[in-house]
């Protein structure tokens, strides 16, 4: 079995009594493209600061194409950063921008121009090579930045929450430009975000973090459908989760109609039965389901976004139902349905508050 191109093992950080990182092993493969995905104070930028340096571990190692870095200086590691606040020089054209690196590589003139103009090209700014970061846009600016980095020619791609800064529609639009340019390039890549759309959309593995530690790694696919925890399963995407009455193990109640469970439950355990919105469908209320009544309706364009209220047999409880809007039916506040999901659309959740 082929070595990873980075292999991170049981990495540890402090920052005085406070513990950042809590043995962290986590191995990578050349190309791949990583995302480190928690809520602020997670941990994930001060993994991403020890893989580049910035911050060295009290212990642990960090491996990258076989060579033991966990304690070199950034200038000698072969990676490429770009950050969520551009850290262009406000001084230099997009062009120089981009050349300065190059320029410490001893690389002659033509063969800078060339490789200037080349990624200039690639990011669409050509036009713009003699303007200053002030006069291009935010979008524009991070174009620059991800061209300096890469244009290095770097082993590994570090991008520290980088479209954040950035209005949602140019944010939308440049995550596709990363993830396109990382795959044509084969470039290996790590991202911190806390955006879980981001996430999902651009990564070929995603790394959550909880309190230093990494709760769950797994394709998009994966973290979605299988979360490992509640945590996850209520970071990533929206999830219902439902208080029920433990009758066997394998049988839940909601209402008077027993829910059959895949995986066995404990009897007499606090147990939470989870469902994506986009995995119930409504139905009118004389329909068996869970009742429940429409309480908001909410437009999405192509989707509409629903709030229930369920009568259950641990008291009323809010759900949220996602539907097309080429369903058919037209549903408004106040009306009575019925609330369905297919059985395998149900996880369950042990004893963890709501």
């Known amino acids: 079995m082929s070595q990873p191109y980075l292999d991170i093992k049981h990495l540890n950080k402090h920052f005085g009594a406070f513990q950042a990182l809590k043995d962290i092993s986590l191995s ?9 995905l928690g809520p ?42 770009v950050f969520q606040s551009y850290a262009l020089f406000p001084n230099l054209t997009v062009a120089e921008n981009i050349a300065f690196g190059l320029q410490n590589q001893g690389i002659n003139n033509k063969a800078l121009k060339e490789r200037v103009e080349h990624w200039l090209n690639l ?3 050509s036009a713009q090579s003699h303007q200053y970061p002030s006069q291009i846009s935010g979008g524009q600016q991070q174009r620059v930045a991800l061209a300096r980095a890469l244009a290095l020619s770097p082993g590994l791609l570090l991008l520290d929450e980088p479209l954040s800064a950035l209005d949602a529609l140019v944010r939308t639009h440049l995550r596709s430009e990363i993830r396109a340019l990382q795959q044509r390039l084969g470039i290996t890549t790590i991202m911190v975000t806390h955006d879980q759309e981001e996430a999902l959309t651009i990564a070929d593995r995603i790394a959550v973090m909880e309190h230093g530690t990494i709760v769950q790694i797994g394709t998009p ?3 979605y459908h299988h979360p490992a ?15 029920t009455l433990v009758l066997n193990a394998h049988q839940v109640r909601l209402d008077q109609h027993p829910l059959q469970l895949a995986n066995q439950a404990a009897t007499g355990s606090t147990l939470q039965v989870a469902i ?20 908001q309706v909410e437009f999405l364009g192509s989707a509409q ?44 959740f042990y004893g963890e508050a709501a």
């Open 28 to 36: 990578i493969e050349q190309g791949e493209f990583i995302c480190f």
């Open 276 to 295: 994506r919105p986009e995995a119930i469908s409504l139905a009118s209320p004389e329909q068996p389901g869970l009742p429940a009544r429409i309480e």
């Open 229 to 243: 925890s509640r945590f996850v399963a209520s970071f990533v995407g929206n999830m219902n989760f439902l208080d």
């Open 305 to 348: 976004r629903l709030i229930c209220i369920a009568e259950t047999v641990m008291g009323p409880q809010r759900l949220l139902v996602q539907l097309s809007n080429d369903a058919g039916q037209d549903w408004r506040s106040g009306m009575a349905c019925s609330l369905l999901w297919p059985n395998n659309a149900m996880q369950l």
């Open 221 to 223: 696919q994966e973290i």
């Open 123 to 125: 990011i669409g700014l």
């Open 40 to 81: 602020s104070g997670c941990g994930k930028t001060t993994l991403l600061r020890a893989i580049a340096g910035l911050d060295l571990p009290d212990s642990g190692q960090i491996w990258q194409g076989g060579h033991d870095i966990s304690q070199l200086p950034p200038q000698r590691r072969d990676f490429g950063i």
